[in-house]
């Protein structure tokens, strides 16, 4: 248990679906992450939240919408996906965006696009 | 641009027996270095983190990770592997100026322990 907890743990979607992921994380901290985990790829950076302002958006296709209503929740809005958007998606947290915290990642959801 | 290489995608070690998993970066200045582990069906946990100083770093469960600027690698080692080390393991460079916004994560090696 890490203090950052994802739901739903498994998705199964078809591609004119609009569905959406939740992560939460009971640890305090001001920034939160999303990462795209896909099979052989290194892990992906997709959105970047420090005090609830997004400061990065790592060229994500618009398709994938993220949402920061407070330090403590980040979602990732799904719709009309692509078959190769299936992967898990693995939010993190840290105290801050700065290089030297440490991050702390949520299990993941593990995202099927039919 | 910044990149990671773990060479091994798989490796197989007798439990009590070391380990040793390779990392290299390529980065214009030293940036500060990572290994995760990520067991199945759970998140990363970092095991060990160098900004500076001391080139040999300690982390959790075992682990330790010596950083050598001449070959730009960061190797992660155990010297008694036991079969809970059975995980997918990742390393990761930061620069020191910029944040995570910047962070790159190298393919994983998967350690399988046999008995």
């Known amino acids: 248990e890490t203090g950052v907890t994802q739901t739903p743990r498994h998705l199964v979607m078809g591609m004119t679906n609009k569905k959406s992921l939740k992560c939460e994380q009971h640890?305090?901290?001001?920034?939160m992450y999303w990462y795209k985990q896909s099979a052989k790829k290194p892990l992906e950076l997709m959105f970047v939240?420090?005090?609830?302002?997004?400061?990065e958006n790592n060229s994500v296709p618009s398709r994938f919408s993220p949402e920061c209503p407070n330090s403590s929740h980040l979602f990732l809005h799904l719709h009309t996906l692509q078959p190769e958007d299936s992967a898990l998606y693995l939010c993190?947290?840290?105290?801050?965006?700065?290089?030297?915290?440490?991050?702390?990642f949520g299990p993941g959801t593990r995202l099927l696009v039919l | 641009a910044q990149s990671v290489t773990q060479p091994d995608i798989h490796i197989t070690v007798s439990e009590g027996a070391s380990l040793e998993l390779r990392c290299n970066y390529s980065?214009?200045?030293?940036?500060?270095l990572f290994w995760y582990v990520q067991s199945p069906g759970q998140g990363l946990q970092l095991l060990l983190k160098y900004f500076s100083g001391d080139t040999l770093v300690q982390g959790i469960k075992g682990f330790e990770a010596e950083f050598k600027r001449s070959q730009s690698s960061f190797n992660l080692r155990k010297p008694s592997v036991h079969w809970s080390d059975a995980a997918e393991y990742f390393c990761a460079v930061v620069p020191a100026s910029g944040g995570y916004q910047k962070v790159t994560f190298g393919t994983g090696t998967k350690l399988q322990v046999i008995p």
């Open positions: 993190a947290s840290s105290q801050d965006d700065g290089s030297r915290e440490t991050q702390y």
């Open positions: 980065y214009g200045a030293t940036p500060y």
């Open positions: 640890l305090g901290h001001n920034a």
């Open positions: 939240y420090n005090f609830k302002e997004q400061t």
